[in-house]
């Protein structure tokens, strides 16, 4: 199938953007069935599904403009990196991880403070730099706790440096992916930058042929603070279920429920931008198939520290 698609994706491009299929492309569009046929159930299914919906609209709008021609190059560039891709999930060898969600004995109070009640979360500590599995020498520290109403997080973040800036999602910050349910492929996206008071925050969908569509909106119950600190900064908050995907009739949360997530560090610095995670993670914080799996527990249940 994915072979079908590419092969009459460079057609097409041939025929109006001046893109040839030589042999080099041929072995390149079989390898990367290849890989399609080995994807089963690994991160590498995240990008084998960027090709079925979104490839050949990124080959087309390589230049931008409809009407200028793509370089055969450039289209056999970005499908080798797909390659690419597709071959490190394959080779990742790393499963999501599942947890027990604490019960939080009470609701903590959000001021970006780290008190006590918050010893009682589910707490990784470190990062990760997305696509590697050697852990970073600075240390995050991650929490999270949840109850009959909200889920509630905190973040420790070292940072000797804090920028600012625009997009708020290209600079220090943390931004949180939240999917309860992962039948729907439907999730929401916070991102909350260091030290600042305005969060960024949509709706994402993800659909067979379109990929991924997006859509701003305002959470009622989205509350939140962000303040630094001698070496770093804080971000403390929480969320209504009410405002998550499968929670929006008000259907409350129940013991042996999963949510799927992720918290990804944005560390800005002079000579560019990375991305960390609290635990080893593949390609971005849209790759809703390597998410931490987080399974709601009952009150009174043991906290549990990574």
Known sequence: MICRILILGVIFLGSNFRVSATESDRLLLDDLQDASRLAGDTPAEWKIKQIRRAGYQKLIGLVGQR??????????KLLKELREDIRRGLAWGQKNESHPLPYAPEPPIIDGTTD???????????????????????SGTWRFLYDSQKLYFLFEIQDSEIIAGAPVYEFDGVELFIMPDSRLYTYVELVFPAGEENSYTRWCRISEREGISVQEVTLETLNWKSRTTDNGYIVEGSIGFKDLPGYLLGNPPQA???????????????????????????????????????????????????
């Open 67 to 76: 009407e200028q021609p793509v370089s055969r190059k450039d289209a056999e």
């Open 116 to 138: 006590q009640l918050w010893e009682h979360a589910l707490i990784f500590r470190g990062e990760y730099r997305i696509d590697e599995k050697k852990p970073c020498s600075s």
């Open 256 to 306: 042996g429920h999963m949510l799927h997530l992720m918290p990804v560090r944005v560390e800005r610095s002079r000579s560019g931008m990375e991305k960390r995670t609290p635990v080893p993670f593949l390609y971005d914080g849209h790759n809703v198939y390597g998410y931490l799996i987080l399974t709601l527990t009952s009150a009174g249940t043991n906290p549990s520290r990574i």
